[in-house]
């Protein structure tokens, strides 16, 4: 793509609301604009326009074979996208939507195969975000987007990370703050009874499993490595996915044994004059001592975790470390979208502390 302008439009208050208009402007006319929402920053492009959609695979260096998410600001445009809203999808819609729960359903001919990449499916949520759904119902079209980074790079949770990212291949970069989640959305197939879950994010497993005990879990969710004979329901699942530019390792286990495991690791790779980053929680912070040591959140705040951890791979990265040892967390409520982001980061170094 050649390089363009970028122009960045900020809105914090509601009384901006108005300055999207030109945001929903450039949607409605195929181009590309960057916007905040509950869970991460999204590259947004007319949802039933191939060529807008084409350019967000374009500046993302996106694989084609991994569909995108339509956005959408009312229930009511869900009809317009699908053919059959499953009954058990149903009560769903109503506990979790606005918010980041994303459903998979079978698609109406209309939707380009771009959007989709070809599968008969479609993904689509309602965001949880004012500036989000205001720029949807401005453009008046449903809007296609994926997280507004490189592909492969961590996800933005700020309008200064997907500039670093995107600058000059974007129309427009709407400025609305830190987002709120930082995990991306859970994806739900309700395609299929029982529904399964194909990615953990902001809908926990456990807030699905009260609408669905029998909800079954895609292998890969746990961010496990996938066994050589694994075909993806979600293609995205195949692919390493936000990464920093260091090595990431994670070490799992009893908590004492992991601080442990960390500092012999830190050691180790300080003696081969490697920089080390930790990604460290606020009790066993202070036990690494001197080096790049980030606190993510206290051990029982998963959201303060999820919501920061895309942030800290990329001050990693602005830090200049070699190789970032992470402590893992138990993979129980959101703990398992935090996880799957962590172990995919470090292409599944993963290392079990106080084991044998
Ligand atoms: P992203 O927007 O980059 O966070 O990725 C969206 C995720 O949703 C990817 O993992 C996609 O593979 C997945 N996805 C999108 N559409 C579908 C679909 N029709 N069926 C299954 N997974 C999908
Ligand atoms: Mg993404």
Redesign the pocket.
């Known amino acids: 793509m050649s390089k363009q302008e970028t122009r960045v439009i900020s809105v914090s208050r509601r009384e901006d609301l108005p300055a999207l208009a030109e945001a929903a402007r450039v949607i409605r006319g195929g181009g590309l604009v960057a916007f905040p929402t509950e869970t991460v920053y999204g590259l947004g492009a007319n949802a039933l326009d191939p060529a807008a959609v084409g350019k967000i695979f374009v500046a993302k260096g996106r694989p084609g074979d ?4 339509v956005h959408i600001a009312r229930e009511g445009e869900l009809d317009r996208l699908v053919t059959r809203v499953p009954d058990r999808a149903r009560p769903l819609l109503a506990r979790f939507w606005p918010g980041p729960l ?1 459903l ?1 359903f079978p698609k109406q001919d209309h939707i380009p195969a771009e959007t ?1 990449a070809g ?1 008969p ?3 689509v949520r309602m965001p949880a975000h004012p500036v989000a759904l205001a720029l949807i119902d401005m453009a008046g079209v449903p809007i296609a987007a ?2 507004a980074n490189l592909s492969g790079r961590p996800s933005p949770t700020t309008a200064q990370h997907v500039l670093a990212d995107l600058a000059g291949r974007v129309d427009i970069v709407i400025d609305g703050g830190r987002t709120d989640v930082g995990v ?1 959305s859970t ?1 739900l ?1 309700v395609t299929v009874d029982p529904p399964v879950l ?2 953990p994010g902001g809908i926990t497993r456990e807030e699905l499993e009260e609408f669905l005990p029998d909800l079954q879990v895609d292998t890969g969710v746990g961010g496990l490595p996938p066994r050589e004979d694994f075909r993806p ?5 195949k692919y390493t996915h936000y990464a920093p530019e260091a090595e990431v390792v994670v070490v799992e286990g009893p908590v004492e044994a992991v601080q442990e495991k960390i500092r012999d690791l830190a050691r180790f790779y300080r003696e081969q004059g490697l920089k080390v980053g930790i990604m460290a929680s606020r009790e066993t912070a202070a036990a690494y001592g001197e080096g790049e040591v980030l606190v993510v959140g206290g051990r029982d705040e998963l959201a303060s975790v999820a919501a920061n951890l895309f942030a800290s791979f990329r001050r990693f990265d602005a830090l200049g470390v070699d190789i970032i040892l992470a402590e893992g967390f138990e993979a129980v409520g959101l703990g398992l979208a935090i996880m799957n982001r962590l172990r995919k980061a470090a292409g599944y170094r993963i290392v079990k502390a106080g084991e044998g």
């Open positions: 991994n569909p995108l998410i994303t998979i989709t599968l499916t479609v993904a994926p997280s991306e994806v197939d194909l990615r329901r979600s293609p995205g699942m």
